[in-house]
């Protein structure tokens, strides 16, 4: 899925209140707004107003969604979550999750859903580090999310995360009569980079997992 610009309105919107003389009326500013809030409505299906000041809010009503796990190597800076993750194994996820077309999000242990573009902090925490109880909780947080922000109906989740987790997700989704697809299941690392890469995964070179992940 290709992003979609929310910065150039946004950036009008902020020139035009800096200098008045611009010449971009209150209604113009108003429709910028309502603009900006569109785009993101559609690419990451969050609420968000429709007119500034107004009750009315979009959910998002595509009937599928990516998800993909987090991973351990991240940069040393806030960015957009997209950006902070930094692995072979991430940039091969994203890569796979831009180009499906339809909404994605990331599945982290500190924040559960995130937005790509969603500002965040670098953190260290991995799902492997909580236990059991903890790792229930996320997973049923996870899905509270998805049932808070879309249109479930008939909502099919495409999760391309550890097979334990997908189990948890799996669980939560069915309880409430959804889907879940798990294309990489049983793969390994390496496996799930050649899978990515439109190899067989049978067939997978050994890699490096502490720089693949």
């Avoid at 500013?29 to 968000?48: G, P, T, Y």
């Avoid at 390994?188 to 995964?201: A, D, K, T």
Wanted: aromatic share 6%; net charge neutral; with cysteine.
């Amino acid at each position: 899925m290709n992003d979609v610009n929310v910065d150039a309105p946004e950036q009008t919107i902020a020139k035009a209140r800096q200098d008045p003389s611009a010449g971009a009326p209150a209604e113009r500013l108003q429709e910028l707004k309502r603009i900006a809030d569109d785009q993101r409505s559609r690419v990451f299906c969050v609420s968000s107003p429709i007119v500034a000041g107004g009750a009315s809010t979009s959910r998002c009503s595509s009937q599928r969604l990516v998800i993909v796990e987090s991973v351990t190597k991240k940069r040393s800076a806030p960015g957009p979550a997209k950006d902070v993750y930094n692995s072979r194994l991430w940039t091969a996820r994203r890569s796979y999750a831009e180009a499906a077309g339809v909404p994605w999000l990331i599945l982290s242990a500190l924040h559960g859903l995130l937005d790509p573009n969603q500002i965040i902090e670098p953190y260290e925490l991995r799902l492997g580090e909580t236990d059991a109880a903890a790792f229930r909780s996320a997973t049923e947080r996870a899905v509270a999310q998805l049932d808070s922000r879309w249109a479930l109906d008939d909502l099919v989740v495409e999760a391309h995360v550890r097979d334990d987790y997908a189990d948890g997700l799996r669980a939560a989704l069915v309880r409430r009569g959804r889907r879940l697809e798990q294309p990489l299941r049983g793969l390994s690392v390496c496996g799930q980079l050649s899978w990515y890469r439109g190899e067989n995964p049978s067939a997978a070179d050994a890699c490096s997992l502490a720089d693949a992940t």
